[in-house]
């Protein structure tokens, strides 16, 4: 079983829709965890930390529920420059693990 | 301010040979990660290097080896190359200790190796 687990997709959405990802993490010492963002053949992007509390940065709200060791990432108004893969990622000791990315294509 | 830059962009080896590949970490910033990123997957850890020493290492085989220099830049080596090494080879930067949970891993671009 992977430490980071996320659906692959593809979720095709049209322009202006909502749309959530989910994530699980299995290992309960990972210390802190991230939303990254990564276009085709490029490197990966910080998109936002995830807390507790949960976060929210424009049209994006990110989601921590420690309990059920659930990660969720939550896109309003979707646009076409939103199409990426979006990686779940947990830290420990460090060391950032990833999980394998879902990738969100919107269209016209 | 340069970020992580990574030499070269892309390599073509031969089964069974030795590759390099170079990183230079983010102004400020004094540790380096190394991740594989398979077609398809997420990156994947490889090792960390603080004040020249491999800190910590990931599930690969010692075929996967790596220098850190006195100016915080870094290299991968990998020695008998297979197949399946076939990957995009991410560098991150950080500044080491920095305690926040929300300190951020910069990635450099990659190094595109193929092996044929």
């Known amino acids: 079983r992977k430490e980071v687990e996320q659906d692959p997709g593809p979720f095709n959405v049209p322009e202006g829709a909502t749309v959530a990802f989910n994530c699980t993490y299995s290992?309960?010492?990972?210390?802190?965890f991230f939303w990254y963002r990564q276009d085709c053949r490029k490197e990966p992007k910080l998109l936002m930390s995830?807390?507790?509390s949960g976060n929210e940065d424009g049209r994006f709200t990110a989601q921590l529920n420690r309990a059920s060791q659930y990660i969720s990432l939550l896109i309003r108004d979707s646009k076409l420059s939103d199409s990426a893969t979006y990686l779940c990622?947990?830290?420990?000791?460090?060391?950032?693990?990833f999980g394998q990315g879902t990738t969100l294509q919107v269209k016209p | 301010d340069a970020g992580v830059t990574q030499s070269p962009t892309h390599l073509i080896k031969t089964r069974g040979q030795q590759v390099t590949l170079r990183c230079s970490p983010k102004?400020?910033?004094?540790?380096v990660s190394w991740y594989q990123q398979a077609l398809g997957q997420g990156p994947q850890f490889i090792f960390q290097?603080?004040?020249?020493?491999e800190r910590q290492r990931g599930n690969f085989p010692d075929r996967f080896s790596g220098h850190q220099f006195p100016n915080y830049s870094s290299e991968l080596n990998v020695n008998a190359l297979l197949l399946g090494d076939s990957a995009l080879y991410l560098c991150?930067?950080?500044?080491w200790g920095t305690g926040a949970l929300t300190y951020e891993q910069y990635f450099g671009p990659g190094t595109r190796l193929t092996v044929t």
């Open positions: 991150a930067s950080s500044p």
């Open positions: 290992n309960s010492a990972s210390q802190s």
């Open positions: 995830v807390y507790s």
């Open positions: 990622v947990s830290r420990n000791t460090g060391k950032l693990i």
């Open positions: 102004s400020g910033h004094d540790t």
């Open positions: 290097y603080y004040e020249e020493e």
